[in-house]
T-cell receptor, first 113, second 111 residues
């Protein structure tokens, strides 16, 4: 089945550690996105990529980094500079052409030990 | 003023009721409108996608867009306990830009 796979489902981070969240899609979509979801905050855009080897900062990029070396993969690294990383992280993709809705994975919940 | 406003609820209704969920927006450039449903600990799933003023129906769901008033609605007929979820509106201007989301309305349908 085509879709977006996020792993792991739950992730724990110690203070001062970097952690990487995985996002893989087999929908042949050009564009991929990372969102952070906090209670009462809705979805906030961290980074997005419209094509391989290119990406743009979203509204809350500080403390995060991404790479887009392959079309199907868009990993997100939460660095130690992100002071409040506990949240639900969602990855999405779309065809990258005009006006297409996004499709989401089932998220990774990151917690601080 | 936020670009997209959505009442967070929670909204609690009895089974079989008609549910009305709403979003208002300030950016007249928004042309394309979506509704997503999100169950607890899951990613949002696309329910409705529309780009014109008026109504679009899909089963028990109707999406309504009023561009002149900058107002969109999602109606759920004959609501079921399985409809209990958070509903997010989203919109984009023309062009390939990221979606702008409302904060979501949490709905509970009580059997």
């Amino acid at each position: 089945d085509g879709g977006i796979t996020q792993s792991p489902k739950y992730l724990f981070r110690k203070e001062g550690q970097n952690v990487t969240l995985s996002c893989e899609q087999n929908l042949n979509h050009d564009a991929m996105y990372w969102y952070r979801q906090d209670p009462g905050q809705g979805l906030r855009l961290i980074y997005y990529s419209q094509i391989v080897n290119d990406f743009q900062k979203g509204d809350i990029a500080e403390g995060y980094s991404v790479s887009r070396e392959k079309k199907e993969s868009f990993p997100l690294t939460v660095t130690s500079a992100q002071k409040n990383p506990t949240a639900f992280y969602l990855c999405a993709s779309n065809a990258g052409v005009r006006n297409q809705p996004q499709h989401f994975g089932d998220g990774t919940r990151l917690s601080i030990l | 003023q936020k670009e997209v406003e959505q009442d967070p609820g929670p909204l609690s209704v009895p089974e079989g009721a008609i549910v009305s969920l709403n979003c208002t927006y300030s950016n007249s450039a928004f042309q394309y409108f979506m509704w997503y449903r999100q169950y607890s600990r899951k990613g949002p799933e696309l329910l409705m996608y529309t780009y014109s003023s008026g109504n679009k129906e899909d089963g028990r769901f109707t999406a309504q867009v009023d561009k002149s008033s900058k107002y969109i609605s999602l109606f759920i007929r004959d609501s079921q306990p399985s409809d209990s979820a958070t509903y997010l509106c989203a919109m984009i201007p023309s062009g390939n830009t990221p979606l702008v989301f409302g904060k979501g309305t949490r709905l509970s349908v009580i059997a």
